[in-house]
Each structure stands twice: as structure tokens, then as C-alpha cells.
């Protein structure tokens, strides 16, 4: 059960800080004017909820792609005594470092828009609520 929870770990602080950062940096490009209306809000400031979560957390899983094939490697239990380093580097060389992210991106795009759609609704019931 413990088998690579520090990797994991890991991974998921990359992932969400990934995360955070760019959707700090959308709503940058966002009031920039560098964004197609159609995937803002009425008044451009930012990404509408679904856009905002599908291609922030795409973008923080392309960021953090190579650290989780890894990852999947070692829990697998077929790489015993394998480093990390030596994995990235033969994972390089057969050219598997972003093996299996086209399906990996379509589950983040529909999980994660859809999520933010739920949060961004849930928050504005609340807030209305309880102010």
C-alpha cells in the first residue's frame, strides 16, 4: 500500500501547484486581451469554469507527465532497484516519457472542466447564502 507514496506525493504537489500557477497565469492572458472570447466569461477577466479547469490542469499534467510515467513504473514492481534517474533517462531514449497522455488528457479535460463547473456553481450558491 505504501509502495511509492513519497512519489506520489510528490507528484501531486507539482500537479497542484502546476495547477494553481496557471490559472493565476490564464487570468493573466485573460485581462491581456490574449484570449478568443468565446472561452472567457462575459467580461474577458478569465477562462469560463469548464475552459479553466480542462486546460489548467492539462497544462499542469504536461508539466508533470514525465514524473508520473515514472512513478507508474516504480509501484508497477517490474523496475526493483532501478533509479529514478536511470528510468527517466531509458525513458527518454525509447522515447516513452509522454506515453499514454493523449487518453490521460481526454479523462483530466472532461473530469477537471467539469469539476470546476461544480466548484465555480457551488461557490456562488454559497456565497450567496452565507455571504
Not at 41 to 46: A, F, S
Not at 49 to 54: C, I, L, R, S, V
Not at 98 to 117: D, E, F, Q, W
Amino acid at each position: 500500500m505504501l509502495s511509492g507514496m513519497s512519489v506520489t506525493l510528490l507528484r501531486n504537489t507539482f500537479l497542484y501547484s502546476g495547477f494553481v500557477i496557471y490559472m493565476d497565469l490564464s487570468k493573466q492572458i485573460c485581462t491581456g486581451g490574449m484570449v478568443s472570447s468565446l472561452l472567457t466569461v462575459p467580461d474577458g477577466t478569465q477562462l469560463t469554469p469548464f475552459f479553466k479547469g480542462a486546460v489548467c490542469a492539462n497544462l499542469a499534467w504536461l508539466t508533470v507527465w514525465p514524473g508520473d510515467v515514472i512513478k507508474t513504473q516504480r509501484q508497477s514492481g517490474n523496475y526493483e532497484g532501478v533509479s529514478a534517474l536511470r528510468l527517466l533517462q531509458e525513458n527518454i531514449a525509447t522515447g516513452r516519457l509522454y506515453k499514454g497522455v493523449l487518453p490521460g488528457l481526454v479523462r483530466s479535460t472532461i473530469a477537471n472542466g467539469s469539476s470546476m463547473v461544480v466548484y465555480e456553481m457551488l461557490h456562488v450558491a454559497l456565497s450567496k447564502q452565507f455571504g
